[in-house]
T-cell receptor, first 108, second 114 residues
Framework: AQRVTQPEKLLSVFKGAPVELKCNYSYSGSPELFWYVQYSRQRLQLLLRHISRESIKGFTADLNKGETSFHLKKPFAQEEDSAMYYCALSEYGNKLVFGAGTILRVKS | GAGVSQTPSNKVTEKGKYVELRCDPISGHTALYWYRQSLGQGPEFLIYFQGTGAADDSGLPNDRFFAVRPEGSVSTLKIQRTERGDSAVYLC????????????FGEGSRLTVL
């Protein structure tokens, strides 16, 4: 079965520092990968997907099939980036498998 | 409202009771999903509807869980003979078609089984 692993429960960085939220997956085929974000008191929402290859709010994520990773990166963290981040995988259709999530805390 | 609406937002019940959780998706979204999120975990897939039919119910944990979407819009998740382990946040999401890419989530229904 496919799995998504986010090894860090909490990542704490200072404002302006680079951010990397780790995500590793196990899946034998060609997965579709996503990052979802939940800001305080808001609902879970899509941040970005790997097929779009776009930068959202300064975040990027590159799919590395060799390392089976999809790490989320941002060069300069901002306080408003503080949130819970979930990496998710879809092997086909409509069933997303989520990781356990990483809390990002950006300190001023 | 424009977003996915879930009711109730909070439900406390006793072990063995029957519970219904409702989801009102975004108008025009044909796909509807139920997920369950336990403390410290990511959302876990339960069931997916395309229109009125359950296209994939492989995530339902056992036969105490059942979901319907009779008119292809509102969905109800039904849990019989609740157990303490059923305590979780139940999330509903919808999408325009079957494209998983962007799911629009509701705020969830927090179920506590005493």
């Amino acid at each position: 079965a496919q799995r998504v692993t986010q090894p860090e429960k909490l990542l704490s960085v200072f404002k302006g520092a680079p951010v990397e939220l780790k995500c590793n997956y196990s899946y034998s085929g060609s997965p579709e990968l996503f990052w979802y974000v939940q800001y305080s008191r808001q609902r879970l929402q899509l941040l970005l997907r790997h097929i779009s290859r776009e930068s959202i709010k300064g975040f990027t994520a590159d799919l590395n099939k060799g390392e089976t990773s999809f790490h989320l990166k941002k060069p300069f963290a901002q306080e408003e980036d503080s949130a819970m981040y979930y990496c998710a995988l879809s092997e086909y259709g409509n069933k997303l498998v989520f990781g356990a999530g990483t809390i990002l805390r950006v300190k001023s | 409202g424009a977003g996915v609406s879930q009711t109730p937002s909070n439900k406390v019940t006793e072990k063995g009771k029957y519970v219904e959780l409702r989801c009102d998706p975004i108008s025009g979204h044909t796909a509807l999903y139920w997920y369950r999120q336990s403390l410290g975990q990511g959302p876990e897939f339960l069931i997916y509807f395309q229109g009125t039919g359950a296209a994939d119910d492989s995530g339902l944990p056992n036969d105490r869980f059942f979901a319907v979407r009779p008119e292809g819009s509102v969905s109800t998740l039904k849990i019989q003979r609740t157990e303490r382990g059923d305590s979780a946040v139940y999330l509903c999401a919808s999408s325009l078609m079957g494209d998983t890419g962007e799911l629009f989530f509701g705020e969830g229904s927090r179920l506590t089984v005493l």
